[in-house]
């Protein structure tokens, strides 16, 4: 009785999800045609707050649902961006595709090789990698990579797979599921993402927490066909 009760603990501890720490981090990735953008992305248990730098608006993934949170003239208005996928007229309406964005996604990885090179990324060891990769055109571009198994970025990284399928609906793009499968979570990746600092630090808890009600998308557009 004890015995079966012990193993069935052990089994327990060594399969739980572990706890996500407190974290930040923050990098430059390519936007396209918006250029290199600065961002900062914190988070706490299972919320990941996103803030770009020269934005007065951030994002914010809660309860697994992502808002939106602007601030115009002193008025702070929150929006529950998973409405726009129930609204009519919704797939017209989605986020620009990579092309009309000027942002080349990996669409296929046709291989992810170690060089047997280490290189330090924002106080954080990775390994060299070459990735080739296929586009949705069909092109096949290579990068060079440095991917770490550091646990800070592995969080972030699981946490941002999170927010893409709860934005879009959609799976995140080949190269994120690799790479959480792998157990790797990139520092760089060619020119178009780079790590520059890591910390354990998320900022006060308020900074998790909805600054207002989200606002009735439904029902303004309701208004609006009236």
Known sequence: MIRPLING???????ATPLLADGRVTFTADAGDAGQMNMTERWTGNALRTDIEGMDAYMLLRDESVYSIISMAGQITVMD???LKDMPGASASRSPSQSEAGVVFPDEIASLNALGETREIAGVEGEVHDVAWRDAAGEVRTDTA???DDPRLLEHQSLKMQLI??????????????LDDRGLA???FGDRFTVTEVGSDAGPAGDFELPAEPIDLGGIMNMGNQ
């Open 81 to 83: 961006l998973g409405q």
């Open 146 to 148: 440095v991917l770490t």
């Open 165 to 178: 399928e709860a934005i879009s609906g959609e799976a995140p793009n080949p190269l994120l599921v690799e």
């Open 9 to 15: 603990m052990l089994t327990a501890l060594i399969t």
């Open 186 to 188: 990139a520092l760089s």
